[in-house]
């Protein structure tokens, strides 16, 4: 309890006091951060490391320390972006996102059919979705996992509902049911989906070894008729993002539901390592991936 108190405390101090720095105070700070917690190899740099390994198998280790400082660089500035983003104007929004390919999804919603946008862990989903909401002026709906203390996931909520978003709960049985709704009424939904937080996920092949990934995006679509569409992000120079959506995802005309599924995830799965593979400093996973990493795991 001390312990979620403590983190709660201090993603509270992150919200409230880091949006007020100078940008160039924030931006500083985040790298001190990113560097510090990089130079004592904890868990969650190592764990970076090793994944990275097999995103560029050929790196020697001094290149994966290069990528694996960059890449917790990268991540801190996800967060010092995600404490300032409620002060973000409209034009700055517009100014310093560009996203290629667009038009998948704005001729998809103009066909009233919904969209489904998946997302790996990628430089800054959070900032994407505000260019969705603010520069493309399209609502959309996406899902938080619930996070101990309460009110550490209450601040969550509370922070993407300020910029736009609806937030459902990822546990329980209405999320699904939810999220299918809003698409049969011609929505959007938004899903971070490289990672499988259910352990029912679909397997995929993924830089060569066996990973899991969540079925909801691709049974979604085939439930709802709508179109499913991979996005891959990457930043720039502070404060540009950029990023691409791919090409539609379509339902497989042959096929049980299962087999659907798993090759509308496998091809999820090949979208994300490709902007993954272009941008691997970028690719915020500091945690297991893959079975055999988490087969280690078990006793």
């Not at 038009?103 to 990628?122: I, N």
């Not at 902007?275 to 915020?284: L, Y």
Request: hydrophobic share 40%.
């Amino acid at each position: 309890m001390v312990r979620e108190r403590l983190t709660d405390t201090l993603y509270g101090l992150g919200w409230s006091t880091v949006k007020k720095l100078p940008e160039p105070a924030a931006a500083a700070l985040g790298r001190t951060i990113a560097d510090t917690a990089w130079k004592r190899r904890g868990k969650g740099v190592l764990r970076l490391e090793s994944n990275l390994a097999r995103v560029v198998p050929d790196a020697s280790p001094e290149r994966l320390a290069e990528l694996s400082k960059a890449g917790m660089r990268s991540y801190m500035r996800y967060w010092m972006e995600s404490f300032r983003l409620p002060t973000w104007s409209a034009e700055r929004v517009r100014d310093n996102v560009a996203i290629k390919d667009s038009h998948y999804l704005t001729e998809g919603m103009a066909q009233g059919r919904g969209v489904v946008l998946a997302l790996p862990h990628l430089a800054n989903w959070d900032l994407a979705g505000v260019w969705v909401t603010r520069t493309l002026g399209i609502p959309f709906t996406t899902v938080a996992e619930r996070l101990k203390p309460e009110s550490l996931y209450d601040r969550f909520v509370a922070y993407r509902e300020s910029l736009g978003m609806e937030v459902l709960p990822h546990a329980g049985g209405s999320a699904f049911g939810n999220l299918a709704r809003r698409l049969r009424s011609g929505g959007l939904v938004c899903l971070v989906s490289d990672r499988d937080l259910s352990a029912n996920g679909v397997e995929v092949k993924y830089f060569g070894d066996t990973a899991r990934m969540p079925a909801g995006p691709a049974m979604l679509a085939q439930q709802t008729g709508a179109l499913l569409l991979p996005v891959t992000l990457w930043y720039e120079e502070a404060p540009r993002l950029r990023g691409r959506i791919h090409p539609p995802i379509e339902v497989p005309e042959t096929g049980t539901k299962a087999e659907k599924t798993s090759a509308m995830t496998q091809a999820l799965a090949d979208a994300f390592a490709t902007g993954i593979a272009e941008h691997p400093e970028d690719w915020h996973m500091l945690q297991r991936l893959w079975l055999a990493d988490l087969e280690e795991r078990r006793p």
